[in-house]
């Protein structure tokens, strides 16, 4: 009997334990924010502290009660009030804050991130007609605008091979090859945006610090004698998140997490490796623009 009540127990302790574990986790990942949440906090202390605080509150009273006159008693008790109020607000502030900051930043950062993808469809358009990718997005919009996609079509094809027909003393000899027709072209601006004049803004950074702009670079990477076109777009997180509370802000550009967007930028391309990839989290990329 005295077993089973022990593991009854010690499954009760495990259970309760699990609970304030994967609640912890859970507010960690609505917050993101790794360093306001300690997941080695103690709940019995939390317990301890609101049982000093209660003690600390019936004291108060008590000398309210026994030293402070008559007349003087509303005067202060308003005064306790104004600072159990401001206190209060604080405390749900100092929670309420990154919550809040968290939602405006997700929806500002899915609006960079478009622009971003945008940016990247014109820059692989760019590099598919003229080889390289444009250093500037005033050439990136003119390119839009007047240049063409080739439409081509592949097929196979047998031909006469003549050097083995005349190897063969006559024999009719035959090779394979590959045939590419062009059908006709297309306008670039038509394939990617349609009737949409929105290219025309690519360089706006659409959130944050009014009039800011992406900062792009191209170039080439050498690898084994090869010159392959690689380029960057990039805004500071700052500029995105101008007005928001300067703390939040300097953790958010420390972020280094699989669900974060990593570093002080929101980065597309890079010009130290071959890549065309943002360095934000798959779950800009399943959301719809």
Same mark, same amino acid.
């Given at each position: 009997?005295?077993?089973?009540?022990? %593991?009854?127990?010690?499954?009760?302790?495990?259970?309760r334990?699990?609970?304030?574990?994967?609640?912890?986790?859970?507010?960690?990942?609505?917050?993101?924010?790794?360093?306001?949440?300690?997941?080695? !906090?103690?709940?019995p202390?939390?317990?301890?502290?609101?049982?000093?605080?209660?003690v600390?509150?019936i004291?108060?009273?008590?000398?309210? *009660?026994k030293?402070?006159?008559?007349k003087?008693?509303p005067?202060?008790?308003?005064?306790?009030?104004?600072?159990?109020?401001?206190? %209060?607000?604080?405390? !749900?502030?100092? #929670?309420?804050?990154?919550?809040?900051?968290?939602q405006?930043?997700?929806?500002?950062?899915?609006?960079?991130?478009k @622009?971003?993808?945008?940016?990247?469809d014109?820059?692989?358009?760019h590099?598919?007609?003229?080889g390289?990718?444009?250093?500037?997005f005033?050439?990136?919009?003119?390119?839009?605008?007047t240049?063409e996609?080739?439409?081509?079509?592949?097929?196979? @094809?047998?031909?006469? *091979?003549?050097?083995?027909?005349?190897r063969?003393?006559?024999?009719e000899?035959?090779?394979?090859?590959?045939?590419? *027709?062009?059908?006709?072209?297309?306008?670039?601006?038509d @394939?990617? !945006?349609?009737? /949409?004049?929105?290219?025309?803004?690519?360089?706006? #950074?659409?959130?944050?610090?009014e009039?800011a702009?992406?900062?792009?670079k191209?170039?080439?990477l +050498?690898?084994?004698?090869?010159r392959i076109p690689? !380029?960057?777009?990039l805004?500071?997180?700052a500029?995105v998140l101008?007005?928001?509370?300067?703390?939040? #802000?300097?953790?958010?550009e420390?972020? #280094?997490?699989?669900?974060?967007?990593?570093?002080?930028?929101?980065?597309?391309?890079?010009?130290? +490796?071959? @890549?065309?990839?943002?360095?934000?989290?798959?779950i800009? /990329?399943?959301?719809?623009?």
């Amino acid at each position: 009997m005295t077993s089973f009540t022990q %593991a009854t127990k010690n499954k009760y302790s495990k259970d309760r334990n699990d609970f304030y574990l994967q609640w912890l986790l859970r507010l960690k990942k609505n917050c993101r924010f790794a360093k306001t949440v300690n997941l080695n !906090f103690n709940i019995p202390k939390m317990i301890l502290y609101i049982i000093l605080a209660i003690v600390a509150t019936i004291g108060l009273v008590w000398l309210i *009660d026994k030293f402070i006159p008559s007349k003087l008693r509303p005067l202060v008790m308003i005064a306790l009030w104004v600072v159990i109020g401001v206190l %209060a607000y604080n405390t !749900f502030m100092s #929670v309420y804050e990154p919550i809040q900051f968290n939602q405006i930043k997700k929806k500002r950062y899915a609006l960079v991130i478009k @622009s971003l993808k945008d940016i990247r469809d014109a820059q692989l358009a760019h590099k598919q007609v003229t080889g390289k990718f444009a250093d500037n997005f005033d050439n990136l919009v003119k390119f839009i605008d007047t240049a063409e996609f080739t439409i081509t079509q592949r097929r196979d @094809s047998t031909i006469i *091979d003549e050097e083995l027909t005349k190897r063969y003393g006559g024999v009719e000899m035959t090779k394979d090859i590959v045939v590419i *027709d062009t059908l006709g072209f297309v306008p670039v601006k038509d @394939s990617l !945006f349609g009737t /949409d004049n929105r290219y025309k803004t690519l360089m706006n #950074v659409p959130v944050g610090q009014e009039g800011a702009k992406f900062e792009l670079k191209a170039g080439f990477l +050498e690898e084994k004698e090869i010159r392959i076109p690689v !380029f960057e777009a990039l805004v500071k997180k700052a500029v995105v998140l101008n007005d928001q509370d300067k703390d939040l #802000v300097r953790q958010e550009e420390q972020v #280094v997490s699989v669900e974060g967007v990593n570093g002080d930028a929101i980065r597309l391309g890079s010009m130290e +490796e071959v @890549s065309t990839t943002g360095n934000w989290p798959k779950i800009y /990329d399943t959301k719809e623009d």
